[in-house]
Structures are given as structure tokens and as C-alpha cells.
T-cell receptor, first 113, second 111 residues
Framework: DAGVIQSPRHEVTEMGQEVTLRCKPI?????LFWYRQTMMRGLELLIYFNNNVPIDDSGMPEDRFSAKMPNASFSTLKIQPSEPRDSAVYFC???????????FGPGTRLTVL | LAKTTQPISMDSYEGQEVNITCSHNNIATNDYITWYQQFPSQGPRFIIQGYKTKVTNEVASLFIPADRKSSTLSLPRVSLSDTAVYYCLVGGPNAGNMLTFGGGTRLMVKP
């Protein structure tokens, strides 16, 4: 298996622009997680999907952030409009039923100028 | 979700054994204890998981006392490439695999 796939790996954009991050979970996994990591705040859970349904989005910073999972093999995290403080590494992770662990993707490094 | 407490940082030298202890006083009956390793510019990587007593794999050992309120990750004969942040987490399938990452322990292995 290729593991969790994220794209793009790096994204540089200007303040105010829309940013879309993409994630393909491991085949057969039914849970998907979006995290954000910064030096100041560490690794934060943004949103969690189970069977394509958002279960907990309490970590989403504000309305500028939205996430979707249209099917079991694809999810997006969108930021609109982006701001410099959104600069971070965004990780996607997936998990399988009955497993108490997650598998992480390589992350997307976002820089908002 | 149970909260974990672990040292912020540790230093070691090549060839030494490193033990990182994590406290999780509020661990639930169904919770597993999982350790992840994260290198710079990479996502966290699963190292080892256990429920009780001792677990060993090709990378590390995990020691869990009977009360399960703490756990110790043991890395035998560390090398420079073991320099990373190590996260201790508790959680289980009943929580929907929800895991809360704390600050982790930054291990620095010196030559």
C-alpha cells in the first residue's frame, strides 16, 4: 500500500487566496483526520471523519476553514481566504476499524505570504 | 480523552539505552498506549503500541505497569538517526480512534 497520500507537498500563496489541500487515505480505512502543526501550538486535530461523515470539527479554527470527504478515498481541506497565520504543516491521517492508532501522510507545508 | 505527561526533552549519546516515561493517570479501561516518532518535515510514525505488561518489536520496547497509569518507551542502543520527537498517546477504538497529541519529548542523540 502507498500509505496516506497528500498533495501538494508544498504550497506558497498570498494572503486572501483560496487554498485546497488534498488527502487520499489508506484503502480500507474508515476514519480520516486533519491536523495542523506549528512550532507554537504543536500538533492540533482540526477535524475527524468516520465513514465519510464529519464527527468532530471542534478544532477547526474558524469559518475560513472547511473540510469535505465526498467518498472513502478522498478528502479536502480548504482555507478561504487564507491568512499568514495559517502558515503551518497540515497532516492527514487515516485509521482502520478496531485499530487504536493512525497512519499519517507526509504533510503539506503551507506558507501564506 | 486521557491526558499524557512526558518530559519536554532528553539528551543521550550514541549506543546508550534511552527510556522515556509517560504518565497517563486517567487512562480508561479500553485505552491502548501508543508511541509515535516524528522527524523534522515528516508526519508522525507509529513505533509501538501496548495494553499491559511488556511489548517488544524490532524498534523499541514498551513497559506498562499493572496499574497502567504510566508507560516507558525503551530505545536500545540509540544512534544519531533516533534524534526525533517522541509522542505518547492513549486512546482506543471506543473513542473512534481519537488521539490527542501532547507536546512530545524531543530526544537529542549526540555522538
Amino acid at each position: 500500500d502507498a500509505g496516506v497520500i497528500q498533495s501538494p507537498r508544498h504550497e506558497v500563496t498570498e494572503m486572501g487566496q483560496e487554498v485546497t489541500l488534498r488527502c487520499k487515505p489508506i484503502s480500507g480505512h474508515n476514519s480520516l483526520f486533519w491536523y495542523r502543526q506549528t512550532m507554537m501550538r504543536g500538533l492540533e486535530l482540526l477535524i475527524y471523519f468516520n465513514n465519510n461523515v464529519p464527527i468532530d470539527d471542534s478544532g477547526m479554527p474558524e469559518d475560513r476553514f472547511s473540510a469535505k470527504m465526498p467518498n472513502a478515498s478522498f478528502s479536502t481541506l480548504k482555507i478561504q481566504p487564507s491568512e499568514p497565520r495559517d502558515s503551518a504543516v497540515y497532516f492527514c491521517a487515516s485509521s482502520s476499524p478496531g485499530l487504536a492508532l493512525q497512519f499519517f501522510g507526509p504533510g503539506t507545508r503551507l506558507t501564506v505570504l | 480523552l486521557a491526558k499524557t505527561t512526558q518530559p519536554i526533552s532528553m539528551d543521550s549519546y550514541e549506543g546508550q539505552e534511552v527510556n522515556i516515561t509517560c504518565s497517563h493517570n486517567n487512562i480508561a479501561t479500553n485505552d491502548y498506549i501508543t508511541w509515535y516518532q516524528q522527524f523534522p518535515s515528516q508526519g508522525p510514525r507509529f513505533i509501538i503500541q501496548g495494553y499491559k505488561t511488556k511489548v517488544t518489536n524490532e524498534v523499541a520496547s514498551l513497559f506498562i505497569p499493572a496499574d497502567r497509569k504510566s508507560s516507558t518507551l525503551s530505545l536500545p542502543r540509540v544512534s544519531l538517526s533516533d534524534t526525533a520527537v517522541y509522542y505518547c498517546l492513549v486512546g482506543g477504538p471506543n473513542a473512534g480512534n481519537m488521539l490527542t497529541f501532547g507536546g512530545g519529548t524531543r530526544l537529542m542523540v549526540k555522538p
